[in-house]
């Protein structure tokens, strides 16, 4: 098949009950910036990419509470103990201790609304 992506997620969508709380809590987490975005008939806040890309966004929604949705890996600035950190002070929860894995290492945790995450960080 000729029309291969280049990966197999195309992008993905976080449902959270407050949008500004949301954009305030994975903005800390991760230490990159969120631009709200209202041209669509929802708003929404767009994590930014290098390539000005479409990554992943916020929209106002019904979050999978308790961890139940899928899980998504994010990247964050700093080290994964210091990503640890702000999850817990932005008012997330870490569930998990840092599990390493051949690619890198990595640990479960989940924002205010229990949506499940994951933050990744590879070998170098």
Known sequence: MSDLPQNALVWAEIPVSDLDKAIAFYSAVTGGSLN???????????FQTRDNGVALHLYPG???EDGRGSTLHLASSGTLEETMDRVNDAGGNVVSPIIDIPPGRF??????????????????
């Open 107 to 124: 640990f479960y945790a989940t924002d205010p609304d229990g949506n499940s995450l994951g933050f990744f960080r590879p070998r170098s």
């Open 36 to 46: 709200r975005n209202e041209s669509g008939p929802n708003p929404i806040a767009d």
């Open 62 to 64: 019904k979050p999978a």
